[in-house]
């Protein structure tokens, strides 16, 4: 049966959307696909091994892949490689990598490949509701950053740096920001009016000297691109 690729991303309905999976822990795999059957997403396929993913991809062109960042043989970036590779050949389909620990460098190769993508440590998983939303997020043509790799970025600041100008709240703001939220978003988190929250994103982006953009994935990625280069 061939599933036709939505014509607008916005339209998924992420409720039904398609999801494949890959991680060589079974046992991991296995309690993931049963939590997202649970939660209403329909898991048409897993995979051990970056190979088996792709090739999943290529026959299923789901609407998400949830990957691994660590997968046979090497245990070392194939799940990023693949992820990447998605990105570029199969461009409806998002990706959402996992990751055991905070890798700044690999989290930042896989965001630079823009919207519907997302870098969460496997931790995150635990908290089911916040997972799920997560998802929906990044299959609607969101981007979605692990708040534990914003906060390692923002502490590696150096004297003379702009993220020095910005103040508690301001930072706050930003990590939200970098989490794929947008103004509403980011209000409702923080119980401020989605005009003080605007207020604090034009400071953030002037003292980091950043354009301010319409679409919040580049949002999203102007600033991680400008704390990459902290």
């Known amino acids: 049966m061939n599933h036709p690729v939505p014509a607008d991303n916005a339209r998924v309905n992420a409720s039904r959307a398609r999801v494949v999976l890959a991680d060589d822990d079974i046992l991991l795999r296995e309690g993931l696909a049963s939590l997202l059957d ?17 090739e999943l991809v290529r026959q299923e062109r789901p609407d998400l892949a949830v990957v691994d960042i660590r997968m046979p043989p090497e245990f070392s970036t194939e799940g990023l490689a693949a992820a990447q590779l998605i990105k570029r050949h199969y461009p409806q389909t998002a990706v959402v990598v996992l990751s055991a620990h905070v890798e700044v460098e690999h989290a ?21 509701t916040e997972f799920i939303q997560t998802l929906h997020r990044v299959i609607r043509g969101g981007s979605a950053v692990d708040p534990a790799l914003i906060q390692e970025l923002v502490a590696a600041r150096h004297p003379g740096n702009p993220l020095d100008e ?17 103004n509403a978003g980011i209000g409702q988190a923080l ?37 990459d280069a902290r």
């Open 38 to 54: 649970r939660s209403g997403l329909d898991v048409v396929g897993q995979a051990g091994d970056a190979a088996g993913l792709i």
């Open 166 to 182: 910005l103040t508690g709240r301001e930072r706050e703001v930003l990590a939200l920001m970098a989490e794929g939220r947008s």
């Open 108 to 128: 930042m190769d896989l965001l630079a490949n823009g919207e519907r993508t997302g870098y969460l440590l496997k931790s995150r998983v635990t908290d089911v």
């Open 191 to 227: 119980w401020v009016t989605e005009g003080t929250v605007e207020k604090h994103v034009r400071s953030i982006l002037m003292k980091l000297q950043l354009p301010e953009s319409a679409e919040v994935h580049r949002r999203v990625l102007a600033v991680l691109a400008f704390l």
